[in-house]
Each structure stands twice: as structure tokens, then as C-alpha cells.
């Protein structure tokens, strides 16, 4: 009996079935986080803003704010629940959908890859074409799940009498709000076809949502911009208008991109080999065992491992904060700072201007560098979980100078930043009066989350090392949730203290909160001295 | 003379689970030492506990005098290690991980390096991720290797060398012992240990359960016996010797502890049609001598 078709469609369905289960189950998280959001935000408007008065405040707030535009795109009706939901859980949600897609893409195939386990399914009956487009599909479950999620949430919402959206306005706007995430998954798949490793793909990945992203926040940022909303695909998600002017010609032009990309990947899945990347290039190596430039210890191995992450995380820091110096400049120019003025003394700042305007903006970077800090206390765990340490520690290396060598690296990356970040944003606003040393100052006062979650990031490295990195990108999450979210809504200290972000003000519309820098500071160092202990103490452990 | 190794009551639990029971060995300088075991039985365990990678749950564990637990970094001077699983960067070259290694280790004899670049036929230009695993494992033999170190830990070190390979390493740890140097060979390959070791130590779920030298442990071999008859095979149960007898049809298969002469004689009169005899393998042995009851040793020692 000839079973051969059936055993190569079920090898195939191996493929999809392994890569779904795996992109399921965070992407069920991240529905219920979606639909959390949006239910809640639909839901209490109307308690939120009773009266007409107070969403004409509202609308007038925050729909001429070009920063928060810049950063979250544009608001339109923000007098109404369909306003308010379209432009505050939207704009969040495009951001952390696309970074969704695009580590879950690269983790599920490069990932897979690195590990040696996609050759275990490609020796099964089925080919490298098929294959990828299984682990496609397999990744498109994901993404179902999120969109179902975030579409049943929105339905439900919708369909109560305070709100009142259509099930075809909420169909539409839950596939809005998921479309960079399948976007991202197509590039995070296509970028793995042409890098060699994890680190490079998601490397390669971020740079295109960067790329999107910086491109859709300058269309945004400044008047008369608008047009080059239509070179980024984040910006088409923009004008997909869900809620207040739907376009579905703006979502057809993503999902056809998304065809593309995954059609890309498919075919270059067909001719690279495998463990390759299709842009590897072929140098000429030094050959010499003892030759000049060679790692020689923990600390210039991390130099060398990670020296090109710290670099680029230093350049493209620096970069934002031109962009965000001359959108504060733009904004100022134009007229729009007194509408900054309430949102920046309610963190604690006064005036407006210029550099109300970049002090509000740089709590983003803030948050930014927090994360960044959050991936290189992840970058520890993944090398002790690769068994990579085991080569040092076992050797005359000690533990502690190999983690002081990674926290040392880790501290220039976000002091580096930190700087490059404050003289980008004092360049950028090279036409008004804020001095040097003000950016400098709030280079400072940026810096402070990054270090604070190195300390306690170290502290659960040290004692729980595999929870430590979710950890970490939950407690900045959150900040960065409440920073957006928290501070115009509720005073309800206990609940704002727990963002980190909360605790700095709008520096240089404020100064510098000492009390509360020393404080983080003061826990980051003991928490990273006791974290060094515990890890002095513990077993290392695999993945 | 301070012995390279000593462990004195070492013991490690994970969470309720004993991986070793208290473990008291010692290996003196310049010896080399065959750590067997089954997958799981610990060796890995031990080796990460004499190396500081795991702490200890009790007891110590010293390498030349120096307590591992305490001091790992300073206990690490006079050693070198080879795990057995070959995890290296993969993003740097063959050349980087050797000068990497080399430095970390804090002593290499850099000819002596080239020269097991040469005799492992490892091309050092390559990006470790380009490397098949086999190759992987050269370049942490060479690093190994190459430092010199008074004591060699070497934990299943053969993993993916072809035979040419493992005939390379065998000499390799043969120049090593003449030099003086100690190894701690820990490998579940039974003919690897017994060609290069002094003494072997065999560790049962976490408990060591013999040590002593291959002459010492004669009584723990046994002779592995395939004969096929012409026509019904004769009871061999009964023969001096013979253990775990089994027949399928024509055939039989059976252990034999001591002079194979009494078998001989019986399957010489009963009409043997062909016979295969071959060094049992570790698990055979442990199937025979220690018994997932425990029983095994005391009905093969009776």
C-alpha cells in the first residue's frame, strides 16, 4: 500500500503544528493583554470623561499634541469613544504588535535553526520550500489567535450601549490593530531566510521597524508631513483609520506586502543553504590562532560579542533624539506647546516650549533604554544557557568578573546612550535656547530606569535567571503603560509608583528629581550586589 | 604528593532528587582515571561539581589541594576541560575560540597547539556555526590539550569524532600521561577507558560502586556469546560459568564469567554451527552485575 502522499503532508503538518503551538501561546497572552485594553478603554470612557466638556478638554489636549502624535500617530474625534479608542490603544498597539511579530518570527525559524532542530524536520519528507511555508502557517495561527482575541474583546466592548461600534467596525479595527503584527512576522521570517544567526535576524528586523517606525513618526510630527505616512507600512496601518474613517484599501496595501514578504522567504528558503544565511558574505579570515584584534579575557569578550549591539543601540538612540529635538523645535515653532503644558506638569515639570516638548519625549527614550538594559540582562541568561560560560568559568575566569565584565558593557550602553541622546536632542533644537548642559541633564535623568532595571535585573538573574528577562519586559512594559495611560487618569500614588518611568520628571521642563534618582540608585547597586552573590551561589543551569 | 583530585562526602541534590550520593574519590597526579557510568548516572554532575559550575549540596571537592567550591577561579589554574557538549560562540572563527580559550586558560603551549591543529586535521579559518559537531569537539580538545594543565577533565570527549579522530585523541592522552599529567576521563565507551586508563570508577545512580584497577575489576567482565546449532540447542544454563542464558529458536545467547573452557566443551559435542564472541557492552555489564533490582551482582558474584 503506497502511503508516501499522507506521510509527507503529515511531515509537513509536523512543521506547522510544532511552530504553531509555540507562537500560540505567548500570542494568547498578548490577546488578552490587547483585548484588556481596548474593552477597558471603550468601556470607561464615558465614566472617564462624563461630560461634553470634559472630552472637548480632552479632544483639545491631546489631539493637537504633535508629540504624542509623533509618537502614537495622529488622534481624529477624539471627543468620541470611537476617537479615544482609535488613537490611544491603536497607536500602542501597532508598536507592540510589530515587536511581537517580528521576535516570534525570528525565534520560531532562525531560532529553530540555531538549535539545530530544523534539520531534524527538514531529514523528515518534505522540503526546504514547504517547510518554511509550513512554519509560515505555523506562525499565521498566532497571529490568528491575537487577532480573534483582540477582535472578540472589541466586539463585546462595542456592543455595549455605551459605546455602540458595528461588528464590522470592530472586525476592521481589530485587524488594523493586528496588521503590523503579521506584517512584522513576515519580515521577521524573511529576515531569517537572510541572516545566519538569531541575533542577526532580529537585528536586521528591528532595523526595518526602526526604519518604519522613524519614517511614520516624522510624517506625524510635523505639519505638512503627512504624505510620508504613505512610505512606511506602519504609516498605511495609520490611515487604515479604523473606528472613525475606515480605509480598507490602506489594510489591503499591508496584506499585500505580507504576501510578498512571506512569498520572499519562501523562495529563499528553496535555494540557501541551510544553517546560511542568503547575505552571508564569504571574507577573507586571519587564520593565525594569535593575531591582533582577538578576544583575550570575559571582558573582551563581551566587548566582542556585544560590541556592535552597544554601538548601534548608541547611534540609534542618538538619532531619536535629533528627531525628537526637532519635532519639539516644530512643535514649538508652530504654536502647538501650550497644549503640552497640562500633560507635563502633571509629571512634575512647568512651562511649555521647547523643552516641555523634549522633556515629555525623552521619558519614551527613557523607556527605551530601560528595555534595552532588560535585553542585555536577557543576553546574560542566553549565554549561560547555551552553555557558552561554562568555557570561561571552567578556566581561570571567576563568575563575578565575567558578570562585572557584561555589566560594565551593559552600563556604557545605557550611559552612552544616555549622552548621545542629549546632544542629539540639543542639536535638534539647535534654534532654541536650551543649553547644553539642560540636555545633559536630562541624559542623566534618562539613564536612571535603564540602570535601575540593570540592578534588579541582575538581582533576578541572580536568583531566578530564566524569569528574569520576562520580568524585566513586563515591569518596563507596565511603565510605559501607566506613563502613557496613568498619569492623566488617576493620582492614585500607589498604583503610579510602581512605574518606573513615573519617578523622573520631564527633564529639562523639570529638574533632576534627586531624591528619587538616589533612591533608584541606591536599590539598582544593592540589588546588583546581592544579585552577584546569589549568582556566586547557584548551580548554572542549561536552556 | 597533593592528589589532583579529592572529593571528600560530595553530594548534590535538585530540589528532592539525590544526583549523587556521597561521593569520596581521589585521583592522584599523573593518573589516569576512566569515570563509567550509564547516561544519567552522574558523571556530568560530578564534573560540574568539581568544577564549581554546580555547587556542591555537601562535602568538598578539591582539585591539587585547592577547594572547588570555594575558590573555583584559583582551583582552575592547573586544569583543563573538555565538555561534552560542544556549545561554542558561533559567530567567532576556530581561530578566535583557540586564542579565546588559550587566554582565559592562562597557559598554552602555542607549538604544541599547532601541532594538534595539524594532527586533528581542524581548519581554524571557519566560523564555529560552519563547524560539524565533530569539529566543534576538535577545537575544545585543542584547547585543551595544548595548556598543558597538570590535570585533563574530560567529559565524554569523543562525542562525534570518527575512529581516525579517536585514535588521534587516544595517542594524544597517552603523551599526556607520560608527560606526567593527570586525566579525569569520564565516558560511558567501555573499550576508550579501558585502552587508556589506570583505574576506572563506576558510578550507579549517583553512587559510585566500584573503583580499582582494570586487573582488580576482571571480575566485573564478562564474556559475550552468540552460537547458532544445526538443529535444538543444548541447556547451557547449567554450564560452569554461564550466565543469563537465552534461546530463540537455533540460537543462543549467554554471559560468561571466568575460563570459557567448560562452554567449550559443551557447544563443541552439541553441534555448533557458527559462534560469536565479543567483549560485552557497558550496559551489558551492568545488566549483568547490577540489575535494576540491585539483585544482579549478588546472583553473578554467586
Known sequence: MREGPSRADRTSAVVTTVTARRAVRPAVWWGLLFGALIANEALTYRSTFPTMASRREFAATFGTNQALAAIVGPGHRLSTVDGVVAWRVFGLMIIVGAIWGLLAATNLTRGEEDAGRWELLLAGRTSRRRAAWQALLGLGAGWSVLWALTAVATTLAGSSDTVGFSVGESLFYATATTASAALFLAVGALASQLTSTRRQARGLATAAFAACYLVRLVADGRDGLGWLRWASPLGWIENARPLTDPQPAALALVAVLTGVLAATCVAVAGWRDVGAGALERQREVETAIEARGRPGSPLGLAWHLERWVVLAWIAAIGGLGVIFGVVAGAADEAHFASTVGETVAQLGGQGAGAQAWIGYLFLYVAAILAFAAGAQIASLRNEEAAGHLDHLLARSASRRAWLAGRLAMAVCLVLGSSVTAALGGWAGLHRDATGLDAMLRAGINISVPGLFVLGVGTLLYGLVPRFAAPALYTLVLWSFVVEIFGTGLTDNHWLLDTALLTHLGPVPASPLQWQDITWLCVIAIVAAGLGAVAFDRRDLSGA | ???????????????????????????????????????????????????????????????????????????????????????????????????????????????????????????????????????????????????????????????????????????????????????????????????????????????????????????????????????????????????????????????????????????????????????????ELFLAHYGADGQGRESAHA
Request: contains cysteine; charged residues 20%; negative net charge.
Open chain 2, 1 to 283: 604528593m597533593v592528589p589532583a583530585i579529592r572529593t571528600s562526602g560530595l553530594t548534590k541534590s535538585f530540589g528532592g532528587n539525590v544526583a549523587l550520593h556521597p561521593l569520596d574519590l581521589e585521583v592522584a597526579a599523573g593518573e589516569v582515571v576512566g569515570y563509567l557510568g550509564p547516561n544519567g548516572a552522574g558523571k556530568t554532575t560530578t564534573i560540574r561539581c568539581l568544577l564549581g559550575l554546580a555547587r556542591a549540596t555537601g562535602g568538598t571537592a578539591e582539585l591539587f589541594g585547592v577547594d572547588a567550591q570555594a575558590r573555583p577561579a584559583r582551583a582552575h589554574g592547573r586544569v583543563a576541560y573538555v565538555p561534552g557538549e560542544a556549545n561554542l560562540w558561533p559567530g567567532m572563527t576556530g581561530a578566535q575560540t583557540l586564542s579565546l580559550l588559550g587566554r582565559v586558560q592562562g597557559s598554552v603551549d602555542a607549538a604544541y597547539r599547532a601541532e594538534l591543529v595539524e594532527r586533528f586535521r581542524l581548519d581554524p579559518s571557519k566560523k564555529v556555526r560552519a563547524y560539524s559537531k565533530g569539529n566543534r569537539q576538535k577545537v575544545l580538545l585543542v584547547a585543551a590539550l595544548s595548556s598543558r594543565a597538570d590535570l585533563l577533565i574530560l567529559d565524554e570527549p569523543t562525542t562525534g569524532l570518527d575512529p581516525l579522530m579517536e585514535q588521534v585523541f587516544r595517542d594524544c592522552v597517552a603523551d599526556a600521561r607520560h608527560r606526567g599529567q593527570a586525566v579525569f576521563l569520564s565516558s560511558h565507551i567501555l573499550s576508550e577507558v579501558e585502552a587508556l586508563s589506570d583505574r576506572v570508577a563506576i558510578l550507579r545512580a549517583g553512587e559510585l560502586v566500584e573503583v580499582g584497577t582494570l586487573a582488580q575489576l576482571r571480575h566485573l567482565s564478562a564474556l559475550s556469546v552468540d552460537a547458532t546449532f544445526d538443529s535444538d540447542p543444548p541447556d547451557l544454563s547449567r554450564v560452569a560459568g554461564v550466565v543469563r542464558a537465552e534461546v530463540h529458536d537455533n540460537q543462543v545467547h549467554c554471559q560468561v564469567v571466568g575460563s570459557v573452557e567448560p562452554l567449550l566443551g559443551v557447544l563443541a559435542a552439541s553441534g555448533v554451527h557458527q559462534l560469536l564472541s565479543r567483549e560485552p557492552s557497558l550496559e
